[in-house]
């Protein structure tokens, strides 16, 4: 994997200046070669989820227009949808001032969703407090779009 430091899909980072106001793609990935990537519902807004790309799944999702990932648990690449047919595709992708996040904006094939455990997105629950003072999680989204066991069959 690249870091920050050295990573040959994109060019070295340059000073400030140049890095905040210039059209020169230079990543910042952090110690482990990864950068943040949140994603939104094009149409919508809606927050979807966040990832981790390394070098190569920022390129893969540049060259592609498809998104991928790095999945930090399994330690390999995944395609958002490949085993589902929840494929993103990327209409736009931004990064942030000092190019040290990723945003994708996508719209998402399939039945739409993006949530592995079925929710239209990962973010599918609301963290409140009861009338009591207890922090609890209640659901932002009625119910699954789907069943992840018809998807990906029982783990």
Partial sequence: MCNSANCSHFPPRP???E???GAVLSPKFDS???IAAAVTDFDTGDLLMVGYMNAEALQRTIDSGEAWYWSRSRQEYWKKGGTSGQVQNVIEMRT???QDAIWLRVRVAGNGA???VGYNSCFYRKI???ATGNT????AEAAPVYDPEEVYGKK
């Avoid at 609890?136 to 659901?139: D, E, N």
């Fill in 96 to 98: 942030d001032c000092d």
């Fill in 114 to 116: 993006t949530c592995h």
């Fill in 32 to 34: 482990d070669g990864l």
């Fill in 128 to 130: 409140e407090k009861d």
């Fill in 136 to 139: 609890i999680l209640t659901f």
């Fill in 19 to 21: 890095l905040e106001k």
């Fill in 15 to 17: 000073a400030k200046q």
